[in-house]
Protein backbone atom coordinates (compact mmCIF):
# COMPACT_ATOMS: atom_id res chain seq x y z
CA UNK A 1 0.00 0.00 0.00
CA UNK A 2 1.50 3.34 -1.29
CA UNK A 3 2.41 5.51 1.78
CA UNK A 4 1.12 9.33 1.82
CA UNK A 5 2.67 11.48 -0.69
CA UNK A 6 3.22 15.66 -0.51
CA UNK A 7 4.17 17.69 -3.21
CA UNK A 8 5.96 19.87 -3.75
CA UNK A 9 8.98 18.67 -1.28
CA UNK A 10 10.40 21.63 -1.53
CA UNK A 11 9.13 25.12 -1.79
CA UNK A 12 10.48 28.88 -1.72
CA UNK A 13 8.46 32.06 -1.67
CA UNK A 14 8.62 35.51 -0.99
CA UNK A 15 6.77 37.66 1.61
CA UNK A 16 3.68 38.25 0.46
CA UNK A 17 3.18 35.36 -1.80
CA UNK A 18 0.56 32.81 -2.01
CA UNK A 19 1.17 28.96 -1.81
CA UNK A 20 -0.68 25.76 -2.43
CA UNK A 21 0.92 22.35 -0.89
CA UNK A 22 -1.12 19.15 -1.81
CA UNK A 23 -1.19 15.79 0.19
CA UNK A 24 -2.69 12.46 -1.22
CA UNK A 25 -3.42 10.38 1.70
CA UNK A 26 -3.14 6.41 1.81
CA UNK A 27 -5.80 4.37 0.26
CA UNK A 28 -9.07 4.20 1.67
CA UNK A 29 -8.25 6.92 3.98
CA UNK A 30 -11.06 9.61 4.84
CA UNK A 31 -9.27 11.73 6.91
CA UNK A 32 -6.42 14.19 6.56
CA UNK A 33 -4.93 16.45 9.13
CA UNK A 34 -1.83 19.00 8.38
CA UNK A 35 0.22 20.40 10.40
CA UNK A 36 3.05 22.88 10.80
CA UNK A 37 5.93 22.13 12.60
CA UNK A 38 8.91 24.59 13.61
CA UNK A 39 11.98 24.35 16.19
CA UNK A 40 10.60 27.08 18.10
CA UNK A 41 7.19 26.06 18.27
CA UNK A 42 7.54 22.03 17.60
CA UNK A 43 4.18 19.98 15.87
CA UNK A 44 1.32 22.65 15.90
CA UNK A 45 -2.08 21.62 14.48
CA UNK A 46 -3.61 23.23 11.42
CA UNK A 47 -7.12 21.86 10.39
CA UNK A 48 -8.39 17.77 9.42
CA UNK A 49 -10.83 17.56 7.38
CA UNK A 50 -13.05 14.46 6.38
CA UNK A 51 -15.26 13.25 3.93
CA UNK A 52 -14.37 16.85 2.41
CA UNK A 53 -15.25 18.94 5.30
CA UNK A 54 -13.20 20.32 7.88
CA UNK A 55 -13.61 19.19 10.83
CA UNK A 56 -11.10 20.67 13.43
CA UNK A 57 -9.40 23.15 13.46
CA UNK A 58 -6.47 24.59 14.89
CA UNK A 59 -5.35 28.34 16.21
CA UNK A 60 -3.84 30.12 13.12
CA UNK A 61 -5.27 32.77 11.13
CA UNK A 62 -7.49 32.75 8.60
CA UNK A 63 -4.25 33.33 6.11
CA UNK A 64 -3.87 29.49 6.70
CA UNK A 65 -6.70 27.39 4.78
CA UNK A 66 -7.73 23.94 3.39
CA UNK A 67 -9.79 21.82 1.24
CA UNK A 68 -10.17 18.03 0.20
CA UNK A 69 -11.68 16.61 -2.52
CA UNK A 70 -14.05 13.70 -3.42
CA UNK A 71 -10.66 11.35 -3.79
CA UNK A 72 -9.69 12.27 -0.12
CA UNK A 73 -6.57 14.27 -1.27
CA UNK A 74 -6.78 17.64 0.23
CA UNK A 75 -4.45 21.09 -0.34
CA UNK A 76 -3.76 23.23 2.24
CA UNK A 77 -3.36 27.14 1.29
CA UNK A 78 -0.69 30.30 2.73
CA UNK A 79 -1.83 33.60 1.06
CA UNK A 80 -0.14 36.42 2.26
CA UNK A 81 3.26 34.93 3.29
CA UNK A 82 4.57 35.56 6.49
CA UNK A 83 8.99 34.97 7.30
CA UNK A 84 7.27 32.86 10.48
CA UNK A 85 5.38 30.49 7.97
CA UNK A 86 8.90 29.12 6.99
CA UNK A 87 7.93 26.02 8.37
CA UNK A 88 7.71 22.14 7.50
CA UNK A 89 4.40 21.25 6.73
CA UNK A 90 3.21 17.69 7.76
CA UNK A 91 0.60 15.90 6.31
CA UNK A 92 -1.45 12.87 7.99
CA UNK A 93 -3.97 10.55 6.95
CA UNK A 94 -6.11 8.06 8.86
CA UNK A 95 -9.49 5.90 8.70
CA UNK A 96 -10.98 9.10 10.83
CA UNK A 97 -11.90 7.11 13.91
CA UNK A 98 -11.23 8.30 17.06
CA UNK A 99 -7.82 6.63 17.96
CA UNK A 100 -7.29 5.79 14.73
CA UNK A 101 -3.17 6.13 14.07
CA UNK A 102 -2.02 9.17 11.73
CA UNK A 103 0.39 8.18 9.12
CA UNK A 104 2.78 10.58 8.37
CA UNK A 105 3.87 11.94 5.02
CA UNK A 106 7.92 13.37 4.59
CA UNK A 107 6.36 17.02 5.08
CA UNK A 108 6.65 20.14 2.40
CA UNK A 109 9.76 22.68 3.60
CA UNK A 110 8.46 26.03 3.08
CA UNK A 111 11.17 28.81 3.08
CA UNK A 112 9.49 32.09 3.06
CA UNK A 113 12.24 35.27 2.05
CA UNK B 1 -7.71 20.53 26.54
CA UNK B 2 -5.17 18.53 26.85
CA UNK B 3 -1.21 18.75 26.50
CA UNK B 4 1.88 16.57 26.28
CA UNK B 5 5.12 17.46 28.58
CA UNK B 6 8.47 15.59 27.04
CA UNK B 7 10.76 17.11 29.89
CA UNK B 8 14.07 16.10 28.15
CA UNK B 9 14.56 18.06 25.32
CA UNK B 10 17.91 16.34 24.67
CA UNK B 11 18.96 12.47 25.63
CA UNK B 12 22.34 11.45 24.67
CA UNK B 13 23.68 7.36 25.53
CA UNK B 14 26.12 4.72 24.48
CA UNK B 15 25.23 2.53 21.64
CA UNK B 16 24.31 -0.63 23.24
CA UNK B 17 22.64 1.35 26.96
CA UNK B 18 19.11 1.20 28.01
CA UNK B 19 17.07 3.82 27.18
CA UNK B 20 13.63 5.64 28.71
CA UNK B 21 12.49 8.58 27.27
CA UNK B 22 9.76 10.46 29.52
CA UNK B 23 6.22 11.61 28.56
CA UNK B 24 3.68 13.39 30.76
CA UNK B 25 0.03 14.10 29.52
CA UNK B 26 -2.93 15.61 30.82
CA UNK B 27 -6.14 14.72 30.29
CA UNK B 28 -9.38 14.25 32.46
CA UNK B 29 -10.07 10.66 31.28
CA UNK B 30 -7.17 8.05 29.90
CA UNK B 31 -6.64 8.95 26.29
CA UNK B 32 -4.95 7.51 23.56
CA UNK B 33 -0.85 7.72 23.43
CA UNK B 34 1.34 7.17 21.05
CA UNK B 35 5.01 7.44 20.45
CA UNK B 36 6.26 8.68 16.69
CA UNK B 37 9.74 8.98 15.61
CA UNK B 38 11.50 11.89 13.14
CA UNK B 39 14.59 10.91 11.22
CA UNK B 40 16.21 14.30 9.80
CA UNK B 41 14.12 15.64 6.46
CA UNK B 42 11.42 12.88 7.35
CA UNK B 43 7.47 12.68 8.31
CA UNK B 44 6.94 11.21 11.26
CA UNK B 45 6.94 7.04 12.40
CA UNK B 46 4.44 5.77 14.58
CA UNK B 47 6.56 3.08 16.84
CA UNK B 48 3.77 2.08 19.36
CA UNK B 49 0.24 2.92 20.45
CA UNK B 50 -1.90 2.81 24.13
CA UNK B 51 -5.67 2.86 24.61
CA UNK B 52 -6.58 0.03 26.63
CA UNK B 53 -5.56 -3.30 28.18
CA UNK B 54 -2.20 -4.21 28.75
CA UNK B 55 -0.74 -1.35 30.08
CA UNK B 56 3.15 -2.65 28.56
CA UNK B 57 2.91 -1.43 24.84
CA UNK B 58 5.22 -3.04 22.31
CA UNK B 59 6.15 -1.34 19.35
CA UNK B 60 8.45 -1.47 16.45
CA UNK B 61 12.11 -1.88 16.36
CA UNK B 62 12.39 -3.31 19.84
CA UNK B 63 10.67 -0.33 21.31
CA UNK B 64 8.13 -0.59 24.60
CA UNK B 65 6.07 2.04 26.41
CA UNK B 66 4.06 1.68 29.75
CA UNK B 67 1.33 3.85 30.38
CA UNK B 68 1.14 4.70 34.11
CA UNK B 69 -2.18 6.01 34.68
CA UNK B 70 -1.32 7.40 38.67
CA UNK B 71 1.90 9.01 37.13
CA UNK B 72 0.10 10.25 33.92
CA UNK B 73 2.72 8.92 32.42
CA UNK B 74 3.90 6.67 29.15
CA UNK B 75 7.50 6.45 29.16
CA UNK B 76 9.15 4.72 25.85
CA UNK B 77 11.86 2.49 26.93
CA UNK B 78 14.57 0.46 24.54
CA UNK B 79 16.83 -2.07 26.08
CA UNK B 80 19.54 -1.43 23.99
CA UNK B 81 19.97 1.38 21.79
CA UNK B 82 21.76 1.33 18.43
CA UNK B 83 23.14 4.07 16.51
CA UNK B 84 20.40 4.28 14.03
CA UNK B 85 17.66 4.86 16.84
CA UNK B 86 19.38 8.57 17.06
CA UNK B 87 16.20 10.48 15.59
CA UNK B 88 13.51 13.05 17.62
CA UNK B 89 11.06 11.27 19.35
CA UNK B 90 7.41 12.92 20.03
CA UNK B 91 4.86 11.47 22.18
CA UNK B 92 0.92 12.39 21.55
CA UNK B 93 -1.97 12.19 23.30
CA UNK B 94 -5.51 11.55 21.29
CA UNK B 95 -8.66 12.88 22.81
CA UNK B 96 -11.67 14.91 22.22
CA UNK B 97 -10.45 19.10 23.24
CA UNK B 98 -12.42 21.21 25.87
CA UNK B 99 -16.16 21.80 25.04
CA UNK B 100 -16.59 18.04 23.35
CA UNK B 101 -14.81 19.85 20.43
CA UNK B 102 -13.82 16.66 17.91
CA UNK B 103 -10.90 14.32 18.49
CA UNK B 104 -7.61 15.26 17.99
CA UNK B 105 -3.89 14.81 18.18
CA UNK B 106 -1.92 16.93 20.17
CA UNK B 107 1.93 16.50 20.19
CA UNK B 108 4.77 16.91 22.80
CA UNK B 109 7.73 18.98 21.63
CA UNK B 110 9.94 16.31 20.99
CA UNK B 111 13.08 14.79 22.70
CA UNK B 112 16.00 14.54 20.72
CA UNK B 113 17.96 11.46 20.98
CA UNK B 114 21.85 11.06 20.03
CA UNK B 115 23.69 7.73 20.27
CA UNK B 116 27.38 7.73 20.59
CA UNK B 117 29.62 4.87 19.05
Known amino acids: KAGVTQTPRYLIKTRGQQVTLSCSPI?????VSWYQQTPGQGLQFLFE???????NKGNFPGRFSGRQFSNSRSEMNVSTLELGDSALYLCASSRGLAGDEQYFGPGTRLTVT | AQSVTQPDIHITVSEGASLELRCNYSYGATPYLFWYVQSPGQGLQLLLK??????LVQGIKGFEAEFKRSQSSFNLRKPSVHWSDAAEYFC???????????????FGKGTLLTVNP
Open chain 1, 49 to 55: YFSETQR
Open chain 2, 50 to 55: YFSGDT
Open chain 1, 27 to 31: SGHRS
Open chain 2, 92 to 106: AVGARGSGGSNYKLT
